[in-house]
């Protein structure tokens, strides 16, 4: 902090600002400065002394987080032999502030807690802990708190404590479990029905469970399971104690999930949870949701931990179906919130039963899936006096559509005919329409639930009409089956069409029976054509526009070719028009002056407008594509400077060039000058993007190649100056994204011309330091290129994912693209690998690690001999040191992996060593990071 230490005087002060004043400017200053203050070396001994001083609870507050805090995440800081000295003084400030408040307790809980994680050297802490505190009565409050979060910071991210270290405190804390439940039930007898303490007893408990050291076989027996289900059997238990009661059985129950190996105790919860239905009826009588919420909660576990018996051997032992009743019960509950808590299992129940494939265990569970159906239906009906259509994103509207997609995975059980009867004619509960689509075991009850549906009168009420065109448009399969409907259903759906609150779901219903129904649907492309040119005259949201122009283009895509040419000119002359207008700054007339609204819609229509082409043919787009290309022009010239208006251009440019492929060749040189023209000024990534769409189409062209090489390098000069700045890779993930794209096209299209090329040294280099990126998208792309550039040299047989877009005129020279990826890896292997190894330890997340397996595979299998004295030079520059006390990495460790590596025989292999050896997390990555 510069000045050097703030005065304890000053920190109080700022501390009462922050709390304190009034003006909002007042505290965001103190906020920001206290902030600066807790990431300096003076917050230990100023948090410290502020916790001697005891001055109020603002300022020990603010010193107990900023110990915690300090010990979370800068703990590498302390030097060892001041370790105990810090263990001992927040032991004394914790029982010095245990009447204070709770919420600093809590802080300095944690803080104890994090530091015995940390702390190597203190052994059997939980040992320590109950023999110094637990004779104190007025201690236990303090203890049981840190007892509470010590076994819940075991798996906390902000701990940097690796596995092994991890490894070691699971195995401590499992040996000195016994202390703490001996503990506990001490303090049951100690403190009776005290119910602040009883609280403290089950969410320690609890917290323990969850940790999974508890011995099954001792807690069967265990007083602390008696107390549990007697509180909550008890009518005139507190919400506060229910709830945590309820936690407690429920951590229980997903500690016994493996019930074959915890058989006892399984039993017992299982016969604890049976006698709660009294106690649920009592709560529902009572109207105590919050009761009623805990023990569907707890009904919802049970079946959820007994669920694989409960399919195995239903109705004998732990197969115990009153499980399946109880949740029943709960969905008779007349709150859907309630019902909600069950979906998981409905879901986890229907794909066990479905792998099953036993139509005797369908039928013994089909009761039960019945009564489910019949609850779900009716929670799904609106009240009689609902006006409108439901909203789809509020509370009630999320249900429905969470019943849906249940409906969906469950019908199997019961039969769609069976379902429809129960669910659909239910009041306005018509929500199972997807579901009959996917499960039609009975056509002709389909087509008659069809017809019944195209022809509700429009006084049904509108909820009903909604919901039912969403259904139609659900049951495209089963027009296209039976086109002799197609006409009624046409005629049903335009009329809601012209309905305002109708229009944008019967525009996504037409979209749906035109992508089902492309062949039968040709007939009426002049409707859908008519439709399209007056969008705008019906109230339609844009997603349903588009939605509707997509399912034009589908069938447009089926139309003789001869015809395709005038029809795609005028589905595209209301969007060319519009852009025109605009570009020329003539009235609107009404319509959207964004011209990302016209380019949106031309996008879609390029995108789905796939004819059939045979060889030799003109591609009946081609002409029109060629006509709009300058008002697209000269759109994206006027708005240049604009990100989102440039995007939607570039998107528009992308579809058109893949809908006619080689057919836009003549657009290849304006494009790609207009591209650099505009990117040397704005560096929008999205022309990286058109830029690899090109590579892939024209790529393989001999008379492409050398112009776009020359447009990748323009590319490149303004592109490496980005990401040079400070902070560039990280500020710009979506250029590197872009970028690493376009590069890796060209090693598929033309591996030899990029190869060759004096730029492919700036994008290795550019990767290799990319690889630290730790954004999705951007980290897949740069791997993929870094794997995809070795992988030419490796093989002249175009095969795997990563060559198979490898053209094979490509084997005529893979001695030379082998020859220049053996010198790039001269160059740059060492240097790769280093910082792959750096890179997987210390920056990136584990879902990231697959692809940077496979980048080591990949140079592995160019040369593995070169790769094993890389890896070893890799892993020598990784810092060994002590931290914390604890050996984060060993010898035998380093050893381990370099020899999985480097003697695997396929890429998985190597993905789990890598997996393995990263699973430490080195814990001293914080000293290397700052």
Same mark, same amino acid.
């Not at 007083?223 to 009518?235: E, K, N, P, T």
């Not at 690493?740 to 994008?763: E, K, Y």
């Not at 002249?796 to 005129?809: D, F, I, P, Q």
């Given at each position: 902090m510069e000045g050097g230490k703030p005065s304890l005087a000053l920190v109080c002060q700022a501390v009462q600002v922050l709390y304190h004043d009034p003006d909002p400017s007042g505290k965001e200053r103190a906020s920001l400065w206290l902030g600066e203050l807790q990431r300096s070396m003076y917050a230990w001994e100023i948090s410290d002394q502020l916790l001697q001083l005891k001055q109020d609870v603002e300022s020990c507050y603010f010193a107990a987080q900023t110990m915690k805090m300090k010990i979370q995440t800068s703990f590498y800081e302390l030097p060892a032999e001041t370790h105990i000295a810090l263990r001992d003084s927040l032991l004394s400030h914790i029982q010095n502030l245990k009447d204070l408040s709770p919420v600093i307790i809590t802080q300095l809980a944690l803080a104890i807690a994090d530091l015995a994680?940390?702390?190597?050297?203190? !052994?059997?802490?939980?040992?320590?802990?109950?023999?110094?505190?637990?004779?104190?009565?007025?201690?236990? +409050?303090?203890?049981?708190?840190?007892?509470?979060?010590?076994?819940?910071?075991?798996?906390? @991210?902000?701990? @940097?404590?690796?596995?092994?270290?991890?490894?070691?405190?699971?195995? /401590?804390?499992?040996?000195?479990?016994?202390?703490?439940? &001996?503990?506990?039930?001490?303090?049951?007898?100690?403190?009776?029905?005290?119910?602040?303490?009883?609280?403290?007893?089950?969410?320690?408990?609890?917290?323990?469970?969850?940790?999974?050291?508890?011995?099954?076989?001792?807690?069967?027996?265990?007083?602390?399971?008696?107390?549990?289900?007697? #509180?909550?059997?008890? /009518?005139?238990?507190? +919400?506060?104690?229910?709830?945590?009661?309820?936690?407690?059985?429920?951590?229980?129950?997903?500690?016994v999930e493996n019930v074959d190996n915890n058989v006892p105790l399984a039993m017992q919860l299982l016969q604890g949870v049976l006698t709660l239905e009294t106690a649920y009826h009592m709560a529902v009588a009572r109207e105590d949701l919050d009761k009623v919420l805990n023990y569907c909660r707890i009904f919802t576990e049970l079946c959820e931990t007994f669920l694989d018996t409960i399919v195995r051997s239903p109705g004998q032992g732990m197969g115990d179906l009153r499980t399946l009743e109880l949740l029943l019960i709960c969905v008779g509950h007349p709150q859907y919130e309630v019902t909600e808590i069950s979906f998981n299992f409905w879901y986890r129940l229907s794909e066990y039963l479905y792998k099953a494939s036993d139509l005797v265990l369908h039928g013994l569970f089909r009761p039960y899936i019945q009564r489910l159906l019949h609850g779900l239906a009716r929670h799904c009906q609106l009240d009689p006096d609902h006006e409108g259509i439901p909203e789809d994103n509020d509370d009630f509207g999320e249900f429905r559509t969470r019943v849906s997609d249940l409906v969906k995975d469950i019908i199997f059980l019961v039969g769609s005919k069976e379902c429809f009867s129960q669910v659909l004619w239910h009041a306005d509960a018509i929500l199972a329409g997807e579901s009959l689509a996917l499960c039609s075991d009975n056509n002709q009850t389909l087509i008659e639930v069809l017809e019944q549906v195209v022809l509700l009168p429009v006084t049904v009420h509108i909820a009903v009409r909604y919901t039912s065109i969403e259904l139609v448009g659900e049951m495209g399969e089963v027009v296209n089956r039976n086109p002799q409907v197609l006409d009624a259903v046409l005629n049903y759906l335009m009329k809601s069409l012209r309905e305002k609150p109708l229009a944008s779901v019967a525009a996504k219903a037409i979209h749906s029976i035109c992508s089902t129904c492309r062949d039968h649907m040709s007939q009426h492309f002049r409707v859908l054509l008519d439709i399209a040119r007056s969008l705008d005259s019906f109230a339609l949201s844009s997603d349903a526009a588009i939605e509707l122009l997509k399912g034009t283009a589908l069938v447009l895509a089926h139309l003789p070719l001869e015809k395709i040419a005038e029809c795609l000119s005028d589905l595209c002359a209301v969007q060319v028009i519009a852009l025109k207008k605009l570009l020329s700054h003539e009235p609107s007339n009404g319509k959207s002056v964004d011209p990302t609204v016209w380019l949106d819609r031309l996008a879609v229509i390029f995108r789905y407008t796939n004819p059939t082409v045979e060889n030799g043919q003109t591609h009946p787009c081609q002409k029109i594509i060629l006509e709009i290309w300058p008002v697209l022009s000269e759109t994206l010239n006027k708005h240049q400077a604009d990100n989102r208006v440039v995007e939607r251009c570039c998107r528009c440019l992308r579809f058109a060039v893949r809908c006619v492929g080689k057919g836009a060749a003549s657009l290849l040189q304006p494009l790609v000058t207009q591209m650099l023209s505009v990117y040397q000024v704005y560096p929008h990534s999205c022309f990286l993007y058109l830029g690899s769409i090109l590579v892939d189409e024209y790529g393989m062209e001999e008379g492409c190649k050398q112009g776009l090489l020359d447009m990748l390098q323009a590319l490149c000069m303004p592109t490496f100056q980005l990401l040079e700045q400070p902070n560039g890779l990280r500020n710009?993930?979506?250029?590197?994204?872009? %970028?690493?794209?376009?590069?890796? =096209?060209?090693?598929?299209? *033309?591996?030899?011309?990029?190869?060759?090329?004096?730029?492919?040294?700036?994008?290795?280099?550019?990767?290799?330091?990319?690889? &630290?990126?730790?954004?999705?998208?951007?980290?897949?792309?740069?791997?993929?290129?870094?794997?995809?550039?070795?992988?030419?040299?490796?093989?002249?047989?175009?095969?795997?994912?990563?060559? *198979?877009?490898?053209?094979?005129?490509?084997?005529?020279?893979?001695?030379? =693209?082998?020859?220049?990826?053996?010198?790039?890896?001269?160059?740059?292997?060492?240097?790769?690998? +280093?910082?792959?190894?750096?890179?997987?330890?210390?920056? %990136?997340?584990?879902?990231?690690?697959?692809? $940077?397996?496979?980048?080591?595979?990949?140079?592995?299998?160019?040369?593995?001999?070169?790769?094993?004295?890389?890896?070893?030079?890799?892993? !020598?520059?990784?810092?060994?040191?002590?931290?914390?006390?604890?050996?984060? $990495? +060993?010898?035998?460790?380093?050893?381990?992996?370099? !020899?999985? #590596?480097?003697?695997?025989?396929?890429?998985?292999?190597v993905c789990w060593a890598v997996r393995e050896f990263t699973r430490p997390g080195l814990s001293f990555v914080c000293n290397i990071e700052r």
């Open positions: 994680l940390q702390m190597a050297s203190w !052994k059997g802490c939980v040992q320590t802990l109950i023999e110094k505190y637990s004779n104190d009565v007025s201690s236990l +409050t303090f203890l049981m708190e840190i007892l509470t979060v010590l076994p819940e910071e075991v798996h906390s @991210r902000s701990l @940097r404590i690796g596995a092994n270290r991890r490894t070691e405190i699971i195995e /401590d804390l499992a040996y000195y479990s016994n202390d703490v439940v &001996t503990l506990l039930v001490s303090c049951v007898e100690k403190t009776g029905s005290d119910e602040k303490m009883l609280i403290k007893i089950f969410r320690c408990l609890g917290s323990w469970f969850n940790l999974g050291v508890l011995d099954s076989n001792s807690m069967a027996n265990n007083q602390l399971l008696i107390v549990l289900f007697q #509180v909550l059997q008890r /009518d005139e238990t507190s +919400t506060n104690l229910h709830e945590a009661a309820s936690d407690c059985v429920c951590s229980a129950l997903y500690a710009h993930p979506d250029t590197v994204d872009d %970028l690493f794209r376009l590069a890796t =096209r060209f090693i598929q299209r *033309s591996p030899v011309t990029l190869l060759s090329s004096q730029v492919v040294v700036h994008l290795i280099q550019c990767a290799i330091a990319a690889t &630290t990126l730790d954004h999705r998208d951007a980290n897949c792309s740069v791997m993929k290129f870094i794997r995809d550039l070795i992988h030419t040299g490796i093989t002249s047989n175009v095969s795997g994912s990563s060559a *198979s877009l490898l053209s094979a005129t490509h084997e005529d020279n893979f001695e030379v =693209r082998k020859r220049l990826v053996a010198q790039a890896m001269d160059q740059h292997g060492q240097q790769l690998v +280093t910082q792959l190894i750096h890179t997987c330890c210390f920056c %990136l997340p584990s879902y990231t690690l697959p692809d $940077v397996a496979e980048v080591i595979w990949e140079a592995m299998l160019f040369n593995r001999p070169m790769f094993c004295r890389w890896l070893e030079n890799a892993l !020598k520059e990784l810092p060994k040191e002590m931290t914390a006390g604890a050996l984060t $990495v +060993t010898d035998k460790q380093f050893t381990d992996f370099h !020899k999985q #590596v480097t003697s695997a025989e396929e890429c998985k292999q």
